[in-house]
């Protein structure tokens, strides 16, 4: 088969990059189409994609677009539509919020999108973009005004894939809300730990860990207004727009990393004492379930997908409210765990992050794929 994988944009390295690296090592031959590349703000990721052929859109070819593609997001049509993929056999939509899965294709071609979420700014959705242009009213018209246009197009464009698949039953649920289609649930693949060695409770650290991009829908603040109150250790790993005004907010004991590597990353989960996450909405969130492949307890706000994957008193725990006293409060409650207790929650949070191996993955997307290639 001659394949094409279509990714809304490489500009940044978060949960959908992941999907598309995990495509790419599937459909290794398969040529990357997106609407903008930009290896110098991927950072110590840039590496994932070397070698790959990466054909870019038109408008990629103009430098400033690149830097305000989401205020322009009104180009998002002409650029999926624009593209030929008559001479593919399959067509893998990897969608966001900038709707690639808009592409078209030919009638014998079969196009699958895998989705991680809808655009979010296009249906009332928290969003860590364009926050701050928000109190401009002009800037408010002007949004309104290209988001009725885009939801129309972002309706047509979702009954251009053949088939459908969300990345957890959340998705699969505004999928049917907003496209009126179904989807295949298949979680995405997870890079997690080959082996879980929980260390003695009695040297257990004393630090707890996030990871995630500093965007404003993620809400580290409260895990910081958190962390400021009960004086614990909490170490933050990503980077963001919303970077300076939380390092503004933050204490002492908390410490921002940035970008790391792998193999540094790998480090903190094996040594955090659990995970948090304070996101609204999160579709799926792989971070959390990453961290769970080390044996991190996971403490959570109880929305989206994290219902799906953390249970509660099992292998982490969800909290209510999205402010620090309720998550303090099963903070409280893991701290509070016996020794045992805390130990079969590690083997707990390890045993469901294997259900999101690449290898489950792999198998169920190739099954799906070979499924509908031959019906």
Not at 108 to 117: A, D, Q, S
Not at 254 to 267: M, Q, R, T, Y
Not at 313 to 321: E, K, R, W, Y
Request: proline share 5%; charged share 25%.
């Amino acid at each position: 088969m001659k394949v094409a994988l279509v990714h809304d944009q490489l500009q940044e390295f978060g949960g959908a990059e992941r999907v598309l690296v995990a495509l790419k090592k599937i459909f290794p031959q398969a040529d990357v189409y997106t609407s903008f590349y930009n290896p110098n703000t991927l950072g110590v990721h840039k590496k994932y994609f070397k070698n790959w052929n990466i054909i870019t859109s038109w408008a990629d070819k103009i430098p400033l677009l690149k830097k305000i593609y989401s205020p322009v997001r009104f180009i998002t049509p002409w650029i999926w539509e624009s593209i030929d993929f008559s001479k593919y056999d399959l067509v893998i939509s990897s969608s966001g919020s900038y709707m690639s899965k808009g592409v078209i294709t030919r009638p014998e071609t079969l196009h699958i999108c895998y989705l991680h979420h809808q655009p979010r700014y296009l249906y009332n959705y928290e969003t860590g973009s364009l926050h701050e242009l928000q109190k401009y009213t002009i800037f408010r018209i002007y949004a309104n005004l290209i988001n009725h246009s885009l939801r129309l197009w972002d309706y047509l464009s979702s009954q251009r894939p053949d088939y459908f698949i969300a990345n957890s039953d959340e998705t699969k649920k505004r999928v049917q809300k907003f496209y009126r289609r179904d989807a295949t649930v298949i979680y995405p693949p997870v890079s997690i730990s080959k082996t879980l060695s929980p260390m003695p409770y009695s040297l257990h650290p004393d630090y707890y860990l996030s990871v995630s991009r500093l965007a404003r829908a993620k809400h580290f603040e409260v895990l910081i207004q958190a962390a400021n109150k009960m004086k614990f250790n909490l170490k933050i790993i990503g980077s963001g727009r919303d970077e300076n005004n939380l390092k503004s907010i933050a204490g002492p004991t908390i410490e921002f990393l940035g970008n790391l590597a792998d193999e540094e990353v790998v480090k903190l989960y094996q040594n955090a004492k659990a995970f948090l996450f304070s996101a609204v909405d999160e579709e799926f969130g792989i971070a959390p379930v990453e961290a769970m492949g080390y044996g991190l307890p996971v403490i959570a706000y109880a929305s989206g997908g994290l219902k799906e994957t953390v249970k509660m008193g099992i292998n982490g725990f969800l909290f209510n409210q999205l402010d620090p006293s309720s998550l303090l409060g099963q903070i409280k409650k893991l701290e509070s765990l016996a020794k045992e207790r805390y130990l079969e929650m590690r083997k707990n949070a390890r045993k469901e992050s294997e259900k999101y191996s690449f290898e489950n993955f792999k198998k169920q997307l190739v099954n799906f794929i070979n499924s509908k290639m031959s019906s």
